[in-house]
């Protein structure tokens, strides 16, 4: 009984790489309304109500990009109106929202994916590759959040100083230069002192070793291989035409025959493993909590 950030991250790296990719190459609309609607709802079943903010950021940013290319494009032979001259079509309308759809579907995902795969996740991945570049790519990661955390720390001690002032945009920008200044200084001391450490503890020296083995379950091949058949199966519709949808000049698409069909259902069921995955795993413990 395992949730899906538990599980492989080579499962869950190929699964995310499986549905974004799908989302990405292809403009398909039901396809993009269902790659939005999963991401969303795996978002939601991971955090809860929590990170509102994100959501009314995501939903503006879904507004400029869907308002955007009926703005700047005016290709298409439906006009709905005029504005300063310039028409507003139907087909740009439609294809900005089929756009923004994919765009933001796509954030979500690699929001979920980067809450998901955490820096150790990705050395083991990588490790196999490029050791060197996997820890290059994991430390990188971890210089994030200490980049904010500093930064923080340094702007508050420059207030308590009385050194760092907001009052006029003069006195904003060169508490910030000096604030960025001392930030890039801390960082290179910090690399070198990393540097000495993993020196002095031998890093080089042996092969390197992993604080967890990752291993493979029954539920991480079945994930894999669920991932790969559907992702196979929508490829299929999506490479031999029959989920095709063309918006200029004119909206134009064909009804989806067995095969059609199959691909839409086949990536609808993609973009609810993780959710069903959540689902049963609560229902699972809730159960066993009542057993007590």
């Given at each position: 009984?395992?949730?899906?950030?538990?599980?492989?991250?080579?499962?869950?790296?190929?699964?995310?790489?499986?549905?974004?990719?799908?989302?990405?190459?292809?403009?398909?609309?039901?396809?993009?309304?269902?790659?939005?609607?999963?991401?969303?709802?795996?978002?939601?079943?991971?955090?809860?109500?929590?990170?509102?903010?994100?959501?009314?950021?995501?939903?503006?940013?879904?507004?400029?990009?869907?308002?955007?290319?009926?703005?700047?494009?005016?290709?298409?032979?439906?006009?709905?109106?005029?504005?300063?001259?310039?028409?507003?079509?139907?087909?740009?309308?439609?294809?900005?929202?089929?756009?923004?759809?994919?765009?933001?579907?796509?954030?979500?995902?690699?929001?979920?994916?980067?809450?998901?795969?955490?820096?150790?996740?990705l050395l083991y991945i990588t490790g196999a590759l490029s050791p060197k570049?996997?820890?290059?790519?994991?430390?990188?990661?971890?210089?994030?959040?200490?980049?904010?955390?500093?930064?923080?720390?340094?702007?508050?001690?420059?207030?308590?100083?009385?050194?760092?002032?907001?009052?006029?945009?003069?006195?904003?920008?060169?508490?910030?230069?000096?604030?960025?200044?001392?930030?890039?200084?801390?960082?290179?001391?910090?690399?070198?002192?990393?540097?000495?450490?993993?020196?002095?503890?031998?890093?080089?020296?042996?092969?390197?070793?992993?604080?967890?083995?990752?291993?493979?379950?029954?539920?991480?091949?079945?994930?894999?291989?669920?991932?790969?058949?559907?992702?196979?199966?929508?490829?299929?519709?999506?490479?031999?035409?029959?989920?095709?949808?063309?918006?200029?000049?004119?909206?134009?698409?064909?009804?989806?025959?067995?095969?059609?069909i199959c691909g839409i259902a086949a990536y609808s069921?993609?973009?609810?493993?993780?959710?069903?995955?959540?689902?049963?795993?609560?229902?699972?413990?809730?159960?066993?909590?009542?057993?007590?």
């Amino acid at each position: 009984m395992r949730r899906f950030s538990e599980l492989n991250p080579l499962a869950a790296t190929v699964y995310f790489f499986c549905v974004t990719g799908i989302a990405m190459f292809s403009s398909y609309p039901p396809l993009m309304i269902v790659a939005l609607l999963g991401g969303v709802l795996f978002f939601i079943v991971r955090n809860g109500s929590s990170h509102m903010r994100s959501h009314l950021f995501f939903l503006l940013l879904f507004i400029i990009l869907a308002a955007a290319n009926p703005l700047m494009s005016h290709n298409g032979i439906t006009v709905l109106f005029v504005m300063n001259d310039n028409p507003i079509t139907l087909e740009a309308t439609l294809y900005g929202l089929n756009s923004a759809a994919m765009i933001i579907g796509v954030l979500y995902w690699f929001r979920s994916f980067t809450q998901i795969m955490t820096s150790e996740k990705l050395l083991y991945i990588t490790g196999a590759l490029s050791p060197k570049l996997s820890l290059v790519l994991s430390m990188a990661l971890r210089y994030v959040p200490l980049f904010s955390k500093q930064s923080k720390k340094i702007k508050d001690s420059q207030t308590a100083m009385g050194l760092f002032s907001d009052d006029n945009i003069i006195d904003d920008i060169r508490g910030r230069m000096r604030i960025f200044s001392i930030l890039i200084t801390w960082a290179l001391e910090n690399g070198i002192t990393t540097a000495d450490s993993m020196t002095a503890r031998g890093y080089g020296v042996c092969r390197r070793t992993q604080l967890k083995r990752f291993t493979f379950r029954r539920g991480d091949i079945l994930l894999l291989v669920t991932s790969l058949l559907l992702t196979a199966i929508t490829a299929a519709a999506l490479s031999l035409g029959k989920l095709d949808f063309s918006f200029y000049p004119a909206v134009r698409y064909s009804a989806p025959d067995a095969l059609g069909i199959c691909g839409i259902a086949a990536y609808s069921a993609l973009v609810l493993l993780p959710v069903i995955i959540e689902t049963e795993v609560s229902l699972k413990w809730k159960y066993l909590l009542s057993r007590i």
